[in-house]
Structure formats: structure tokens, C-alpha cells
């Protein structure tokens, strides 16, 4: 196995079991306490699209750290990569464990940026890993639209708790 493999392996592992540790316990009760918008998908789709999301980190990972990630382009997207992953851990610990509706939206705007800026990276350092990531870009408006939505119906129950 090549160490890129590996490397991009431990990564994803790592990176999903902090997100788990930072949902906590219920997460599909924390689901089911809140008004969801009209075209939310079942838990078992959220599951499928969390198991898609990190194929896609793993393909651009490994594709970046088989490239080698010194001080180039290719180091920045790398370094985004890691920017986002942590965003995302984060923003698990405002919506599972906080339950903050309000903050767990506007947390989708810095990880828009990023997710962007990543995009763009990889554009012009690695044309097939942008080609990996952008349908996580895309995924990304329907994710923004439903933490919106989300927090507007249940805006009057997040002000009461």
C-alpha cells in the first residue's frame, strides 16, 4: 500500500470518527425532535451522504498527497482539505450538541468559502480531484437551503430552549 493510501485513509477514519464524537449519542433523535423542511431526506440518505462525503475527502486527499503537498497550490488545497474537515467536525458540535438552529446555518457560510476557495485550488493544481469535489460543492445549495429552512420552522422552539 502506497503511503498516499494510507495516508488519505487515516485521514477520513479520523476525521469521521471526530465528527461521531462531536454529533454525540441521538443523532437521529435530534432528527426527529425538529420540524424538517418539506424534500428532507430520510436518515438512512443523511448516512449515505455523510458515507459519499468521505469517498470524496479520500479521493482528493489521496490524490493531493500522491501529487506531494510542499509549498505549491496543491499544499494549499491540501491545507483547505484540512480547513474544512475540521469545519465540519465543528459545525456537528453546534447542531447535534448545542442544538443551535440559528448558528448552525450561518456556520454554512465559512464552509461555503472554503468549500469554493477548495474548489478553485484544485481547478488549477489537480483538474480531476476538482472534478471529485464538485459534486460536493453542488450538494452544498440544497445544504444551505435545508439549514435555513430548518432553522426558520423551528425558529420559536430553539428561542424556547
Keep these: 500500500m502506497s503511503t498516499a493510501l494510507v495516508a ?22 435530534r432528527l426527529a425532535e425538529l420540524q424538517l423542511p418539506r424534500y ?3 436518515f438512512v440518505v443523511w448516512v449515505a451522504i455523510g458515507v ?3 469517498v470524496i475527502c479520500f479521493g482528493v486527499s489521496y490524490r493531493l498527497l500522491s501529487a506531494g503537498i510542499g509549498l ?19 459545525w456537528n458540535v453546534v447542531f447535534f450538541r448545542r442544538k443551535d438552529l440559528h448558528a448552525s446555518y450561518y456556520g454554512f457560510w465559512p464552509y461555503i468559502i472554503v468549500a469554493v476557495a477548495l474548489l478553485l485550488a484544485l481547478r488549477y493544481s489537480d483538474p480531476p ?19 435555513h429552512r430548518l432553522w426558520q420552522l ?4 430553539s428561542r424556547a430552549a
Aim: with cysteine; net charge neutral.
Design 8 to 29: 488519505a485513509l487515516g485521514l477520513c477514519v479520523a476525521s469521521a470518527a471526530l465528527e461521531g464524537l462531536a454529533a454525540g449519542h441521538g443523532v437521529k433523535q
Design 40 to 42: 428532507s431526506p430520510p
Design 52 to 54: 459519499l462525503y468521505y
Design 72 to 90: 505549491s497550490l496543491t499544499g494549499a488545497a491540501f491545507a483547505l482539505l484540512l480547513v474544512l474537515m475540521a469545519i465540519n467536525i465543528l
Design 129 to 147: 480531484a476538482a472534478w471529485i469535489f464538485l459534486p460536493y460543492v453542488v450538494y452544498l445549495s440544497y445544504a444551505v437551503w435545508w439549514g
Design 154 to 157: 423551528n425558529a420559536s422552539a
